[in-house]
């Protein structure tokens, strides 16, 4: 949808709709090919967290890339540590990496991310148009990021160069170039903190022992790939997407700044409605059912979180924003012992962001855009943007 016409235009950019409530209703799945590895898709949100609970029946720990849809079976064979790691190792890891991602709670860590989002909201306020995606979304992710291993705020720019998917490109949904791009980086930064040892998260782990037994360069590497792919086009599709609400809910904005106690509710109600990740997979040990749907062992079912966000057997008025959503048990950062390690950052991304735009912004117009759309077989899910142009008036 490169350019809107005036009929388009009268559906809000802001709006995403949800093109699973059919089937969702009437069955509660959805079958999509995935390079000839067919994957079902669940679609009610008792059956995602059913599914995301059980770890013995639906496991994390196959084949490194399995679990990914796309899957990256084709472009990695490295296993993402805690992601694709079951019970009782998994808490292993999880026990040692967790305090770390906790980290943005503390006081210092939030007042440096509160810079880093104040200064980027200052310097494009001060221009006519700016493109979200790539030159506000792609910078605050990777500026933050910066706090997020503790390194060198500069080493940003590094990130900011390689674009927006590390895993993907215009060709290809899982492409292996650009993904050895990140793997060789990565091999670089571990082998800099082995031969000198800093306060950096590449450092902790290479000192660190799970069970006793010393991490290897290749867990983690894990830990990385996980920490670099899986925070980056979420945070960067959930900023964007909540710039595009506020443009045209510009209510929204003032009622924040007038209202600063909801702005944690906004947060979880925002990432409910626009769900950064669609889907996430598991791979089946043994012939089961779900929805009364028979699924083969070894087969691939993913968790659709973003339909999951719009079950109206949960959620009222599922389909509108409601900022102070007072009951939202969303599953926008995953569920059960898998929930998203990055949350607590992305979180206060998020909360500092809003607070920030509350108290910077007066208005947002929309110029120009282009949507992201996901082909899921019969489902077209709109997920973000590809590029979204907006002005940002400052006060």
């Given at each position: 949808?490169?350019?809107?016409?005036?009929?388009?235009?009268?559906?809000?950019?802001?709006?995403?709709?949800?093109?699973?409530?059919?089937?969702?209703?009437?069955?509660?799945?959805?079958?999509?090919?995935?390079?000839?590895?067919?994957?079902?898709?669940?679609?009610?949100?008792?059956?995602?967290?059913?599914?995301?609970?059980?770890?013995?029946?639906?496991?994390?720990?196959?084949?490194?890339?399995?679990?990914?849809?796309?899957?990256?079976?084709?472009?990695?064979?490295?296993?993402?540590?805690?992601?694709?790691?079951?019970?009782?190792?998994h808490k292993d890891y999880r026990n040692l990496i967790e305090p770390w991602f906790k980290r943005p709670l503390e006081k210092e860590y939030a007042a440096k991310l509160t810079k880093i989002i104040e200064d980027l909201v200052d310097?494009?306020?001060?221009?006519?148009?700016?493109?979200?995606?790539?030159?506000?979304?792609?910078?605050?992710?990777?500026?933050?990021?910066?706090?997020?291993?503790?390194?060198?705020?500069?080493?940003?720019?590094?990130?900011?160069?390689?674009?927006?998917?590390?895993?993907?490109?215009?060709?290809?949904?899982?492409?292996?170039?650009?993904?050895?791009?990140?793997?060789?980086?990565?091999?670089?930064?571990?082998?800099?903190?082995?031969?000198?040892?800093?306060?950096?998260?590449?450092?902790?782990?290479?000192?660190?022992?799970?069970?006793?037994?010393?991490?290897?360069?290749?867990?983690?590497?894990?830990?990385?790939?996980?920490?670099?792919?899986?925070?980056?086009?979420?945070?960067?599709?959930?900023?964007?997407?909540?710039?595009?609400?506020?443009?045209?809910?510009?209510?929204?904005?003032?009622?924040?700044?007038?209202?600063?106690?909801?702005?944690?509710?906004?947060?979880?109600?925002?990432?409910?409605?626009?769900?950064?990740?669609?889907?996430?997979?598991?791979?089946?040990?043994?012939?089961?059912?779900?929805?009364?749907?028979?699924?083969?062992?070894?087969?691939?079912?993913?968790?659709?979180?973003?339909?999951?966000?719009?079950?109206?057997?949960?959620?009222?008025?599922?389909?509108?924003?409601?900022?102070?959503?007072?009951?939202?048990?969303?599953?926008?950062?995953?569920?059960?012992?898998?929930?998203?390690?990055?949350?607590?950052?992305?979180?206060?991304?998020?909360?500092?962001?809003?607070?920030?735009?509350?108290?910077?912004?007066?208005?947002?117009?929309?110029?120009?855009?282009?949507?992201?759309?996901?082909?899921?077989?019969?489902?077209?899910?709109?997920?973000?943007?590809d590029n979204i142009t907006m002005n940002i008036h400052g006060k």
């Open positions: 949808m490169e350019h809107q016409t005036e009929a388009e235009k009268k559906v809000k950019t802001s709006e995403f709709p949800d093109p699973f409530e059919q089937a969702r209703i009437e069955k509660g799945y959805g079958d999509i090919d995935d390079q000839n590895d067919p994957v079902t898709m669940l679609l009610r949100l008792k059956d995602v967290r059913k599914t995301a609970h059980n770890w013995k029946t639906f496991i994390s720990g196959a084949t490194p890339g399995r679990i990914v849809v796309p899957s990256e079976v084709d472009i990695r064979d490295i296993r993402q540590i805690p992601f694709e790691v079951d019970p009782p190792e310097e494009v306020v001060e221009k006519d148009d700016i493109e979200v995606v790539g030159d506000f979304a792609l910078k605050l992710q990777s500026r933050a990021l910066t706090l997020l291993l503790n390194i060198p705020f500069e080493e940003s720019e590094t990130w900011i160069g390689w674009g927006v998917h590390v895993f993907r490109s215009e060709e290809s949904s899982t492409d292996a170039d650009k993904a050895n791009i990140l793997f060789d980086y990565l091999d670089e930064q571990i082998d800099r903190a082995a031969e000198n040892p800093s306060d950096d998260l590449y450092s902790l782990l290479l000192a660190s022992e799970v069970n006793g037994v010393k991490m290897t360069k290749e867990e983690v590497k894990g830990v990385m790939i996980l920490t670099f792919a899986g925070g980056r086009d979420t945070v960067i599709n959930a900023v964007t997407n909540s710039l595009s609400y506020f443009a045209e809910n510009p209510k929204a904005l003032e009622r924040l700044r007038q209202e600063p106690e909801i702005v944690g509710r906004a947060v979880e109600e925002l990432v409910r409605y626009f769900s950064p990740l669609t889907h996430m997979g598991r791979v089946v040990t043994e012939d089961t059912k779900v929805c009364e749907h028979a699924i083969k062992n070894d087969s691939r079912v993913s968790m659709c979180w973003a339909s999951a966000n719009r079950d109206s057997a949960v959620f009222e008025k599922p389909n509108e924003v409601v900022l102070d959503r007072k009951i939202n048990p969303h599953v926008g950062f995953g569920f059960s012992h898998h929930n998203c390690l990055g949350a607590t950052h992305a979180r206060q991304i998020l909360k500092i962001l809003m607070t920030t735009l509350a108290n910077k912004v007066t208005s947002i117009d929309i110029k120009d855009y282009k949507e992201n759309i996901e082909e899921w077989g019969e489902f077209n899910r709109k997920v973000g943007f």
